[in-house]
């Protein structure tokens, strides 16, 4: 099968692109053909032959006037036609049988593809809730939200959601209004790929049919060897308001002394007003690391008992939720979004309500007065489920089963 990815970077900048650049390499290994469609940039992948137009940034540290120049630079290649014309030619030079979208926002545009629906299948792997909300999250304000989804996106501009910018919360809403109003996700794609039912629920909220979106949970490949229960909790991941660390600070302090060791790895906007309520509560205790490199995640939980996952937001389908169950531990998660999906209560983790720092505590309190025959059984079966349920062959197996249905309804071209 010869399948084009399409992504707006093409290198492993973050979550959705390094799981396009994994699986396009596990395909590859089973021997389909792989292409690329993206933007320059001089660390993209060599994977596959990659057709490229220039590159475009829209980060959140830009001037309103660096930004508005690349949305100058963003139409411009769109009214003279420079990426539609560059997809042009990389669907003629490969012919795929099957095209594969990931995050194709802003620098591209999701109606890209509306003129191949009948030549191939097209397929989209939904990896945040841009088709339904313009910010991308469900969530602003420190708490979730919905409002573009149940009316206007209006709701975007008057809530400045957009990195909390007038001119930016006015483009992504006026983009969000465009493509809501003809139907992109409706008539652009076959198909689509939700990495959870929660994602399934708010796209079909959103107006997407459900018989057209399949759900697949993303991977993590296990180690070689499960290690036993080691002590304490942690945390892994980027300091921000979504991620609920607050309430996983306030949770700690709640814990009776002396608590058991807590390590929380990872930077971010908000690790100075944590780390500050944290000596505030007294919780001395904690073991910040700042940023660490992935192997050095793997270190710390095999060092640790559990991981703690406390989002705020709607989380998808949490890549450290699987890492840690791979590993042999059980999670502590919260339950917002595709999250609770991946636990059994009890069996292989716990599960308290977003936000709740009493809930959190008492499960906390529970996992660490297991006694260790028990902690190790729940280490298994965290293992075991890691395998049967978020192995890449697994997922391999289930993404082709997607892939051949496309091409079964939809030809070959």
């Known amino acids: 099968m010869k399948i084009l990815m399409v992504n707006k970077f093409l290198y492993p900048r973050a979550g959705a692109e390094t799981y396009m650049l994994y699986v ?51 139409a411009r290649q769109s009214l003279n036609g420079t ?18 979208a990931h995050n194709v926002y802003n620098q591209m545009s999701p109606g890209l593809f509306r003129p191949y629906m009948d030549r191939f299948p097209i397929l989209m792997t939904i990896h945040d809730f841009k088709p339904i909300c313009p910010n991308y999250s469900l969530f602003r304000d420190g708490s979730t939200c919905t409002l573009c989804v149940e009316g206007s996106v209006f709701n975007c501009v008057r809530h400045r959601c957009s990195q909390g910018r007038l001119s930016s919360s006015v483009l992504a809403a006026a983009s969000a209004g465009i493509h809501r109003s003809r139907n992109t996700y ?82 971010g906007p908000t690790e100075k007003q944590l780390k500050a309520r944290a000596a505030e509560l007294g919780c001395d205790e904690i073991n910040w690391t700042g940023r660490v490199a992935p192997e050095k995640v793997e270190s710390m939980l095999e060092q640790s008992a559990y991981s703690i996952i406390p989002s705020l937001w ?76 978020f192995s890449p062959s697994v997922h391999l197996e289930q993404l082709m089963s997607v892939y051949e249905k496309g091409i079964a309804e939809h030809g070959r071209p």
């Open 83 to 100: 990426v539609p014309r560059a997809l042009r030619e990389a669907i003629d030079a490969f012919q795929p049988d099957l095209l594969h």
């Open 186 to 267: 409706q008539k652009g794609y076959h198909g689509f790929i939700a990495p959870s039912g929660f994602m399934l629920e708010r796209m079909v909220q959103g107006g997407i049919p459900a018989d057209r979106i399949e759900v697949i949970n993303n991977f993590a490949a296990a180690p070689d060897h499960v290690t036993p229960p080691g002590t304490g909790f942690l945390f892994a991941g980027r300091l921000c308001a979504e991620k609920g660390v607050d309430t996983l600070i306030e949770a700690y302090a709640l814990l009776e002394k002396p608590r058991p060791p807590l390590t929380i790895a990872g930077t």
């Open 314 to 389: 709607f989380e998808n389908c949490s890549i450290a939720i699987m890492e840690s169950l791979a590993h042999g531990r059980p999670c502590i998660v919260s339950g917002n979004g595709g999250n609770p999906e991946l636990i059994r209560d009890r069996e292989d983790g716990w599960v308290f309500e977003a936000g709740h720092a009493h809930q959190l505590a008492e499960c906390m309190r529970e996992a660490h007065t297991l006694v260790p025959e028990t902690r190790e059984k729940m280490g298994a079966a965290a293992a075991r489920i890691a395998r049967k349920r």
């Open 24 to 74: 396009s390499e596990q395909l590859q290994k089973a021997g389909h053909e792989i292409a690329f469609f993206g933007m320059e940039h001089p660390e993209n992948t060599t994977l596959g032959p990659c057709t490229t137009f220039p590159l475009l940034e829209f980060g959140p540290t830009q001037s309103t006037v660096d930004k508005l120049a690349n949305i100058a630079s963003a």
